[in-house]
């Protein structure tokens, strides 16, 4: 390259640096943006956005149906005229007509309503107390949902009345339910802890069980890698399964602040292919890439336990006698075509959304994707911890497992006063187990906390005899935060972590 060009290269990365400089630090604003309902006996539950961007939720309090508009912030409440003075309304889903649907339980039925006509039409369902739970509609514009008392499936086909499908295992409880790419019906089977799937065109249902690995597993996701996301509503887990040889991983979220569990509700796939979920007791909302096994949670702020005078804990989290707060209780969540995450909070009386283009003020990366440990000798791995804050005061290193009393795993601590804004820290990650794992397969997540986010590695920890691939490389990798050079790599790594990120050509599935 000759050197006049040369220099006009340079002078324009100068000008660049110096045009787009180095976002400003996140950490001193809210990821989230929560809205309080303006009535009294407020209690959203299921949530949904239409195509054109309007938020709709059920209320269950009030036996609603409420419109939400973003850019005005007001809402829009439609009675439900089903002669009740309640209902309980867990998915809403939106045909290509533009109506929206969703089930109820308190009426047992599957309604429709056109939002431009103000209509409502109820489909019965036959079974009675069928409790119509989770909806979806697959390509042929058929709607299918799950009965969670009447365990069964349903179809409603456009023009028709209601058919069911009995499931193989009886009170089975089937709950969350996805379509994958070729027609088949995914959901899970929180009684009988099964992951399972039902083929239209033969009629014959396929179980994977899931065991001791799941408590009661709720929501489900068929991804567009071809692997299946299980939340589950019991423990701390997020379980991927391989839906072609039927391998099961067990991860966990970050450690609950709130209780033992944090107790993951539903996922779903956002715009980017990243996988979406929310916390029921963890009060928070968690993004996992599931290419490179990176995870951010955003934690919302506990309500106290006066706003809601009596109220008790679910079993399956222990709490502390006398916690003076409560979670919000995200119980659901959607996602726009921005890679917003939209949720309700059921106790704290709010809807909220969590803005696609938050940055974190810490990274956590450098995922080894999976390691593999022989016996009880421990094993030792690299992270890598990137600040983009001057001084992370509050920073938190933590670990959580599916097991922790199954693993010895060394200090994490890092001193704050080491990390500084655009500085990097190694951090060494030495694990083992104190017993044989009761499976092949199972993780760890080492999380780092900096206020209310989270920023989390999820790491596969196998006894099996493999190769372990790699990841792909992360942006933050290789070149240290200073100058010209690492303000342009600052950059890098905003754009690289945000909620919604697009996958990079030819990611493969991790095994």
Known sequence: MKAGKVLSFLVLLILVVLVQPVPAATGSGNPYEEFRIPWAGSQPLGICVDRAGKVWFG????????GFDPVTSTFSPVDIPNNETSCEIWSIVQDSAGALWFGDAISN?????????????????????SYPFQLAFDSNGT?????????????LRKGSTIREYPTPTLSSAPNGLDIGVDGRVWFVEGAAKQLVSFDPATGE????????????????????LGDIWVADSATSRLIRVDQETGRVVPFVTSPATYGVESTPYFVLEGPGGNILFNERLGNKIGNLDPSTLLMTEYELPYSSTIEVPGYVPPPC????TGLPVMPREIFCIASDGNGDVWFTESLGKRIGVVRAGYSPPLVLSGSPGAVRLAGTDPTEFTLRLVSLVEKP???????????????????LYVNPMEIGRGSQKEIPVTVGFRHAPQAEDTSITISAQQGSVWSSVLVRLTTREETIPSLPTQSAAGLPLTGIAGAVLSCLVFRRIRMQGSKPPGTERLP
């Open 317 to 320: 989290c222990s709490v502390p």
């Open 205 to 224: 249902f396929a179980e994977i069980q899931l065991g001791d690995m799941a408590g009661n597993p709720r929501g489900v996701q068929v991804t567009g």
């Open 109 to 129: 039925a599957i309604w429709s309503f056109d939002p431009t006509t103000g209509v409502f039409t109820r489909f019965p369902v036959p079974t009675r107390d």
């Open 393 to 411: 005061a509050d920073l938190v290193i933590a670990y959580n497992t599916p097991d922790n009393d199954a693993f010895e795993v060394g200090s």
């Open 59 to 66: 209320d269950d309090g009030t036996n609603r149906l409420v």
């Open 143 to 155: 709607l299918w949902f799950t009965e969670l008392y009447g365990g069964k499936i349903g179809e």
